[in-house]
């Protein structure tokens, strides 16, 4: 994708003009300051109200609710206060819950991150059908969840699955995979990761495409080998893409929810549920409206963190590319 | 051999192992699909000998007796809605942002895109509250609302990202024309910013096709059912699950996003990386 650094320059180009106080000529004879208001209404009121609706006040009435109780059998809703929130905090099944999170959270995106990259560089080379291949492995990230989660039930099924014979033939006898609470998390980070390395794939190869051909030709010329290279040339200038795949899929793997419904359900004893899940369950399953409420706005609160620094990441590298 | 032949080989060898690993677990389920109950359990491996009869009791189930067709029928019609109304309100919207500065202009943007990293979860009951309050449970429209909402910070950020590669110039001219800028958007940016639409309309079909979370509890029709619902209805029966029928099920609610993709691939490599590489 060649085209990419010159849109990068024409944009810090436009970017200087502006800084310059350069006005640009037609803007200042067009339209006065009320039409140009009624058109920016026009072009983002629609899409600003049916937000407003339908995501501002579903999260405004989270945040009420998460103060409130909801009885089911008068269909009323009492307030409480925080209750929920330190019930929330006392509990151990959300303890438990926050840590299976960053698990995955954490576990996931290193291994995606190394084999992403690591793609990345190998597919930086001249192969036939390679085209094909790199075809083939973004397809897993575009499956319909609750089939991810059937496949590798599947294929980790206890009694015919292929994986489990695999296991079985290699020697490491039967593998409790989804029925053992200690590794069922490890199988959850396992299928994310089958799913989700395609992803920073992607990323960090468009970049590693974008970049300019003569940085590494000058690096060959000063005698510098292929791990050298990519240890000091390539991997910084990569980095931008790295940081910004890995904070994206960081974020994602948070609110994790289809791939522990699909495969685990939460189980065993929980040692799969995740935040999300949890706030499932107690929201739906046992119409606990406020209590998952609480737990989601922990959720809402934590993910606004990750957001700012993800925005962080890309003012970052705007400037990076304006220099 | 040299030392760059033996790296070559080595090459090839990762490559088709990549290749392997990608596509196994879908190759996999399909070769279930082939099969009868009872062949699952037995053959372990599964051998690649078919039974076409066995195939043909298996599709026929889920194809015929199993409402497949209804089923991809509602999720065509709510996809389908859904997608447009989002990219009518998300396309001008990302016009908006892309060339006019208003107070307070990069709050909003910011504030929208955000929208598509909250997790489902902190909107997904009050949703089903209000969506019921409507009377909309049950209905096509008691997805397609929520839908859209899920699926506008999407279209926002990708056309903001696509029209900023238009040249301002274009905009100017129009404006010396004496075009207002609603013209100018559906006049003449509209024809070139056609791949940023293409990229949005295919993220947002493959987001909402798969989208089942909110849907559960919207719909508890059978005949209302999209397919990842009635395909998840059939995997949350703890009882022993019939491993074809699962696997059918599997093989048919991926398929028509499996060849969408194909058809459409250089658009998604281009929208996973619109954020990206943008920016």
Not at chain 1, 239 to 263: E, H, K, Q, S
Request: charged residues 10%; proline residues 5%.
């Amino acid at each position: 994708m060649p085209g990419i650094s010159s849109n990068d320059e024409e944009r810090a180009a436009v970017a200087t003009s502006v800084a310059s106080g350069q006005p640009v000529a037609s803007r200042k004879r067009l339209a006065s300051p009320t039409q140009r208001r009624g058109e920016t209404l026009l072009l983002l009121g629609p899409c600003a109200l049916y937000l407003i609706v339908f995501s501002v006040y579903p999260l405004v009435a989270s945040l009420v609710r998460s103060f409130m109780d909801y009885d089911q059998r008068s269909n009323t809703w009492n307030w409480v206060g925080f209750q929920n929130y330190s019930e929330l905090f006392s509990s151990r099944e959300f303890a438990n819950t926050v840590q299976n999170t960053f698990t995955l959270m954490f576990a996931g995106v290193a291994i995606q991150v190394v084999l992403g990259v690591a793609l990345a560089l190998f597919f930086n080379q001249q192969l036939r059908g390679a085209t094909l291949v790199r075809g083939i492995i973004v397809l897993p990230m575009l499956l319909t969840p609750i089939v991810v989660g059937l496949m590798w039930r599947a294929l980790l099924n206890p009694e015919w699955g292929l994986l489990n014979w695999i296991a079985v033939e290699l020697g490491f006898g039967h593998v409790g995979w989804l029925s053992d609470p200690s590794l069922a998390i490890w199988t959850l980070v396992l299928v994310d990761s089958w799913q989700w390395t395609p992803f920073v794939f992607v990323i960090v190869y468009a970049r590693l495409q974008a970049l300019p051909q003569e940085v590494f030709e000058a690096g060959s010329v000063d005698g510098a080998n292929w791990f050298q290279r990519t240890l000091h040339l390539t991997l910084p200038l990569l980095m931008p893409a790295i940081v910004f795949a890995a904070v994206f899929r960081a974020i994602d793997a948070f609110r994790t929810f289809d791939l522990v419904y699909g495969l685990t359900n939460g189980g065993p004893v929980q040692s799969t549920s995740t935040l999300s899940f949890e706030a499932f369950q107690n929201g739906f399953e046992f119409q606990r409206y406020g209590y998952a409420s609480a737990i989601s706005y922990v959720m809402v609160i934590a993910a606004a963190v990750g957001i700012t620094i993800l925005f962080r990441v890309v003012k970052v590298r705007r400037v990076d590319v304006a220099t | 051999m040299s030392a760059r032949t033996f790296g070559r080989i080595v090459s090839y060898v990762v490559l088709v192992l990549i290749g392997i690993i990608g596509a196994a677990p879908f190759i996999y389920l399909l070769i279930l699909s082939f099969k009868s109950r009872l062949d699952i359990i037995i053959e372990v491996p599964p051998s690649l000998h078919f039974n076409w009869s066995t195939i043909k009791a298996n599709y026929d189930e889920v194809i015929n007796q199993g409402h497949y067709l209804t089923y991809v029928k509602n999720s065509i019609i709510v996809t389908g809605i859904s997608t447009m109304i989002a990219l009518v309100l998300g396309v001008p919207a990302g016009y908006a942002f892309s060339r006019l500065r208003f107070r307070g202009s990069d709050t909003w943007s910011s504030t929208i895109l955000s929208f598509r990293f909250m997790p489902p979860v902190a909107v997904a009951i009050p949703i089903f509250l209000m969506i019921n309050w409507v009377g909309f449970a049950n209905t096509a429209a008691g997805l397609v609302l929520p839908y859209i909402a899920f699926t506008l910070p999407l279209v926002v950020w990708i056309m903001i990202g696509f029209f900023d590669e238009i040249p301002r110039e274009i905009d100017e001219a129009a404006m010396l024309d004496g075009l207002t800028r609603p013209q100018i958007l559906f006049r003449v940016l509209l024809p070139l910013a056609r791949p940023g639409i293409i990229v949005s309309a295919t993220f947002g079909v493959i987001f909402i096709w798969n989208e089942f979370l909110v849907g559960l509890y919207i719909i508890s029709q059978q005949d209302k059912e999209t397919i990842p619902i009635a395909a998840s209805s059939l995997l949350t029966v703890e009882s022993p699950i019939e491993w074809n029928i699962a696997a059918t099920v599997g093989v048919l609610t991926v398929i028509p996003i499996l060849l969408f993709s194909m058809v459409v691939q250089r658009y998604i490599v281009r929208g996973i990386t619109a954020g990206a590489v943008r920016q």
